[in-house]
Every structure is written in structure tokens, then in C-alpha cells.
């Protein structure tokens, strides 16, 4: 190649417009054409391309054609004709070889093999990346054969200029990875004031994309944040303005970096507060360059700081005003109490110990709460919920006391803080001897609803025995002869029905008894179901219900006590019976299902009466609420039952039916779990 090209163009001279039209290039564009034309007129060639290899893993690639140019005046082939026709398959294994050691490499049409559309001869020049082939220049059908040394050493300094701006595209991408990495929204601003970068975390605060703000002045990245076109602190850093600078709640210069807080109202979801980092950048002369700024939402922060300090201002308003009584321990020593407490110890006025503390406490309870304040010094409890006696002028009272440990003036310390619950323990008494009264009520309704079928189950065995012993009577008076097997066959009957009777008002006293409480244990609900049904299960066949049972025969047990499950399965079992008399059914149906589910006893009760309608579904365990008729029921039954289930951990759902009517479903822990 001579010094002045076929073209008249001087190669030497290209060099510097071939490197302004690669530092022009932003992604691919019209100055990379521009370059690979002006290196392909030089060459004489009828078209030029750049290419990179692509890799889909560590070993496959594929081809991406960065750049194209094709000289309009000559008929080419594909290559010259189809930006990106050419396809890493097309290459020969051997060609690839010699790319890789940097190699110049001529490909003439026998080594295109059957691609006959393509260019009878193509230059490829290798192109390194941190001694890794980036890929490729290639350049059809060149005017010279036989490079001489002229076109060598523009072809290696082409090299070198791609290389570099190989290397830069490498860095700017590897900067921007780093920068979409970052949690924190960042951008960076140029002392122009143009955006040249500007993270993924930056977008999704703002919803504003990377293409939007790149390389845009005029203040353009403060509208993401502001409404308006104003100076941040990326912009004052840079050049300081007093004014600008009074609007942030905080800005504080530090050497090259800036400290601030920033609220910005056009964030999304109406504004946030933002802690802001930003510091100056400079090039390698040490001459300003531009400004990164990052940014941390601290909106959450600033709220728990409000929260909190609205809570230590509730702490002194309890401390000073309310019913509690607050202590602080470190040691033996009583760093502070306030008021309440000093009323409940009547110690006003008086340095307080540890030990003064503890005195006071009931002599019953004082091991009991020091075994706990020994396990919270030791780290084996990390906080204390107890109760206590005390006295005081006003007699024996009752308290329940909280304690943890807490920073106080840089040191640990206990807190204590306690109520008097001397009334509430009262009241519970009082609500206990109620609630007791309520249930005995409500098992004395359910005896007086069993009367007639406890009637009819102690009227047939006594039928019975006193036609036994009526027809020995009259045997007797008339001079029969008496067989004495027949008579002991007689006075077995008479026995068995005598058990009969017995257990029926064992049921029944059970049923009645006060003891609740006292006898939780395994229990098996058929069992407690069997027991029912020898109490009621006459009554339903007069009011002519048809009772189906199915209980499973390998029923696990359940914790509680047998005569508490029974009064919730008489409820259900009463509240069927009395459904379906109000029902004009032909056949009246009851049927009582056990089973386990889920590690769980469940027992159903279902009939096929009428149902309840769905707004009263959510009343039905409502203390009180009853839809019979005035004085036939007290409403307190499914209210009674539920708090009885839920004693032994269990819950009663209740829903209508396929059948028309009611379902109640009672579920308990297997084995008391």
C-alpha cells in the first residue's frame, strides 16, 4: 500500500479520524460505519465489518456483527450486501486457529466450501481483549493480495485503535455491572452536568430508565426527584451555592464529599426522605471530572424515630402518671422508681435496695422469684412474667410483674414493672363461682329436658321386676310348686334389670356432679357418647327419631374430663332432637360420626331438620342467643360447650348440611397433643 491509498485517502493520516469517530461512538451507530468505511476505502475493499464472538456458555459462541459498511458501487455477494450474514460456522476450525495466535488470515472461495454467494476473498484481522479473541475485522475482496509493509503497519495500528476502544467499551460495561450491583440508587454526573450513569436501583426508586437521563443536562436528573428542574447536591458539590444548599434539612461538606438529607415528593408513593452520600471525582490530573452521588431511603428510619421518641415520651407520662409501679436494678442497687411503686412498698422518699425489694415480696413466693432472677442474670431467661403477693397498709395484695434487661446509660439494668391485679383477682373469683353456677344450670335444663326418657328407662326395667315378682306372689298364694331353677332364672332378672336401673342414675349422677376439673385424663369420646345415649337415647326413639351411629372402633384418647365431653355431646345431641320436632320430616335422622384427622378426635353430630340460616351461623355460640321460643331455652348451651371445648385445646365449627340441616363438629388433640 502505498502512502496515498487507490482512493487518494493517506492512511497515516486516517488514523486520527478513525479514533475521533470511535471515541464518538455511543452503543452502535452511524460513526462506527463511518470508521469501518474509511478504513475499507483505504484497503480498497468492497465491504468492512466488525464482529464479536458471543458466548451462550464458556465454549459455545455465535457471531454478533457490531458494525457494517459496503462500498455501493461494487457487486458483492451476501457479505457485502447483509449486515451480519456472516456466521461462526462459515469459519474453518483451521482459520480460528490462526485467529487466536493474532494472525492476519486470507480466506479465498475454496475455503468458503459450498457458500458460493460469498466475496471471492475475505481479510479477517484478529482483535484481542486482555489476551482473549474478542472477534474480528474483515474486510472483501481488498484491493492488494500481498500486504507490503505500509499496510501491515496500518492494519496493526487499526488493531491497536479497535483494541482500545475495545477495552474502553469492556470498562464502561464492567462500571455499570458494578454500579446495577449496588443496592443503593446511583448516578454519576460529569462537570458538564451531563448523566453518564445512572444504576438499576436508581430506576426502580425513580421508574425513570437508564435511556431517559443518560447524557441529558439542564438539571434534568433532580425531576425524577423534584417535579422541577433545580440544583442537587451532585450539581453543588461541584459548584457551591449557599442558597440551594439551605433548602436540605442537612448538608454537611466534608474535604470532597458531601453528607445530606433530601426530601424528594415526585419518589412514587409520595415522597420519601433520603440519606444522601456524594463525593467530587477527578481525572488522573487530578482535574474535577464530576460528581457520584448514592442515596439510602431512610423514610421507614425517620418514622421509628418518631415512633420512638413519641414512646420515650409515653415511658415518662407511665413513669410519672400511670397505675404502674417502675423500677431500674443494676446490682444490689435500686437506680430508680417512681411514684407508684413507692405508694405500693410505702417507701416515699427512701433509698431502695435489691434486698428491700425482695422482703417485701410474700414469704411464700420470695424462691420462687428469685430462682427466676437468678435464670435472667445467667442468661437462661431473656425476660420474667410472674405473679406475687405483697403486703402493704392495705393488706395482702396481689401484683403481676414484668422484668428484662435493657441498656441504661451505657450499662445493663433490670426493668421492672408491676401492677396491682388485686381487684382483677377478685373479680375472676367472682367470675369463676359464676361461671360454675351457669354450667351446673345448664346440665340441670338438660336433666329436666331427660326426664321423660329417664322416665321411660327406669319404668321398663321396674315393669319388669314387678311382673317377676308379682307372678311368684301369685304362685305362692295359689300352692304352685316352685321349681327352684325357675326361680333363680327370676331372681337373675330381676338383678340384671336392678344393674340396669343402677347405671342409668350413675350416668345421670355423673352427669350432674360439681367436681369438674378434678378428673382430666385419657378419655375416649365413643365412650363418652355411649354414655349419652344410655341417658337419652329412649326419649329420641319416642319423639321418633331414627339415630344412626358411626364411631370409629380404634379411636384414639383425648385429654379432658368424661363428663365435661359429655355435657358438650348432650347439647348437640338435645339441640338435634329439638330441631327435628319442629320439623315435619316423615323420617327424622341423627347421626353421630367419630373419627381422627390431621393427629386430631373429631365427633360429628348432624340431622336433617332445617338448618340455620347464614346471617345467624356467626350468632350461634353468642352468650344468650337462642332461637327457640321463650322459655325453652336459655341460650347459655353452645356458649357453655364451646368454652368446655376449648379447655382441652379443642374447637367447635358448625355449618349446614347436604341433608337440610345442621352439622356441629367438635376436634381435639389426639392424646392430649
Known amino acids: ?52 464472538k458471543e458466548y451462550m456458555d464458556q465454549e459455545r459462541f455465535t457471531l454478533e456483527c457490531l458494525g457494517f459498511w459496503n462500498d455501493s458501487e461494487k457487486k458483492m455477494g451476501d457479505f457485502t450486501s447483509v449486515p451480519g450474514s456472516l456466521k461462526s460456522e462459515m469459519i474453518p476450525l483451521s482459520f480460528w486457529e490462526r485467529l487466536k495466535e493474532g494472525k492476519t488470515v486470507f480466506l479465498d472461495r475454496p475455503s468458503w466450501q459450498s457458500m458460493k454467494s460469498m466475496s471471492d476473498e475475505v481479510l479477517f484481522l484478529p482483535l484481542f481483549l486482555e489476551d482473549h479473541l474478542f472477534g474480528f475485522l474483515a474486510f472483501s475482496d481488498p484491493a492488494e493480495k500481498n500486504l507490503d509493509s505500509t499496510s501491515q503497519d496500518f492494519l496493526s495500528a487499526i488493531k491497536s485503535i479497535f483494541e482500545l476502544w475495545i477495552s474502553k467499551m469492556n470498562l464502561e460495561k464492567r462500571l455499570n455491572d458494578i454500579m446495577d450491583f449496588m443496592p443503593n440508587p446511583t448516578f454519576v454526573m460529569t462537570t458538564d452536568e451531563l448523566i453518564t450513569t445512572w444504576n438499576q436501583a436508581t430506576v426502580e426508586m425513580t421508574d425513570w430508565k437508564a435511556e431517559r437521563m443518560l447524557g441529558k443536562d439542564n438539571y434534568e436528573s433532580s425531576v425524577p426527584f423534584y417535579y422541577e428542574r433545580r440544583p442537587m447536591v451532585a450539581n453543588l458539590i461541584m459548584y457551591p451555592d449557599d442558597d440551594w444548599e439551605a433548602t436540605y434539612p442537612e448538608f454537611h461538606r466534608q474535604e470532597g464529599k458531601v453528607f445530606s438529607l433530601a426530601y424528594c415528593p415526585a419518589l412514587p408513593g409520595g415522597g420519601a ?176 329436658i331427660m326426664a321423660a326418657g329417664i322416665a321411660h328407662e327406669l319404668n321398663q326395667p321396674l315393669n319388669t321386676i314387678r311382673v317377676v315378682t308379682d307372678g311368684l306372689l301369685f304362685g305362692r298364694d295359689e300352692g304352685w310348686d316352685l321349681d327352684q331353677e325357675e326361680l333363680f332364672d327370676n331372681l337373675e332378672m330381676v338383678s340384671r334389670q336392678v344393674v340396669r336401673m343402677s347405671d342409668v342414675i350413675q350416668n345421670i349422677r355423673n352427669f350432674a356432679r360439681e367436681d369438674r376439673g378434678k378428673t382430666v385424663g385419657d378419655v375416649n369420646a365413643n365412650e363418652a357418647i355411649r354414655n349419652v345415649f344410655s341417658m337419652i337415647g329412649r326419649q329420641l326413639e319416642a319423639h321418633g327419631v331414627s339415630v344412626q351411629n358411626d364411631l370409629s372402633p380404634d379411636l384414639p384418647p383425648i385429654k379432658t374430663d368424661l363428663n365435661r365431653l359429655e355435657q358438650v355431646i348432650m347439647n348437640l345431641v338435645v339441640n338435634a332432637r329439638q330441631a327435628l320436632d319442629t320439623c315435619s320430616h316423615d323420617c327424622k335422622k341423627l347421626l353421630v360420626e367419630t373419627g381422627t384427622y390431621n393427629g386430631s378426635v373429631f365427633i360429628k353430630v348432624s340431622d336433617n331438620a332445617t338448618g340455620i340460616p347464614d346471617d345467624l351461623l356467626v350468632k350461634i355460640f353468642d352468650p344468650f342467643f337462642t332461637t327457640k321460643e321463650v322459655g325453652k331455652g336459655t341460650g347459655l348451651g353452645l356458649s357453655i360447650s364451646q368454652s368446655i371445648v376449648s379447655e382441652f385445646k379443642g374447637r367447635i365449627e358448625v355449618s349446614n348440611n347436604e341433608n337440610g340441616g345442621t352439622t356441629f363438629t367438635v376436634t381435639a388433640p389426639a392424646d392430649g397433643g
Open 1 to 52: 500500500m502505498n502512502t496515498i491509498s487507490a482512493n487518494g485517502i493517506s492512511p497515516l493520516r486516517s488514523l486520527d479520524k478513525i479514533s475521533t469517530l470511535l471515541n464518538q461512538v455511543k452503543n452502535i451507530d452511524r460513526n462506527l460505519e463511518n470508521a469501518l468505511g474509511l478504513i475499507g476505502q483505504i484497503l480498497g475493499a468492497g465491504a468492512a465489518a466488525i464482529y464479536k
Open 273 to 448: 426522605f433520603l440519606r444522601c452520600n456524594t463525593q467530587r471525582l477527578y481525572d488522573t490530573n487530578n482535574r474535577l471530572w464530576g460528581a457520584i452521588h448514592t442515596v439510602r431511603d431512610v423514610t421507614r428510619e425517620r418514622k421509628m424515630e418518631e415512633d420512638l421518641h413519641r414512646s420515650e415520651s409515653m415511658y415518662r407520662a407511665i413513669s410519672d402518671f400511670a397505675g404502674m409501679g417502675i423500677m431500674l436494678l443494676r446490682d444490689n442497687n435500686v437506680l430508680y422508681y417512681n411514684e407508684r411503686l413507692a405508694k405500693f412498698m410505702d417507701i416515699s422518699g427512701k433509698e431502695v435496695t435489691k434486698d428491700d425489694f425482695m422482703n417485701w415480696i410474700h414469704p411464700e413466693d420470695r424462691a420462687e422469684i428469685d430462682r427466676h432472677y437468678k435464670n435472667l442474670l445467667s442468661g437462661l431467661e431473656e425476660h420474667l412474667r410472674f405473679e406475687f403477693r405483697a403486703q402493704n397498709i392495705n393488706g395482702l395484695r396481689h401484683y403481676r410483674a414484668y422484668a428484662q434487661f435493657i441498656e441504661y446509660e451505657d450499662h445493663t439494668a433490670i426493668h421492672f414493672i408491676l401492677d396491682d391485679i388485686t381487684k382483677q383477682k377478685e373479680l375472676a373469683r367472682k367470675a369463676r363461682l359464676n361461671e360454675l353456677r351457669l354450667y351446673h344450670e345448664d346440665r340441670l335444663t338438660a336433666l329436666g
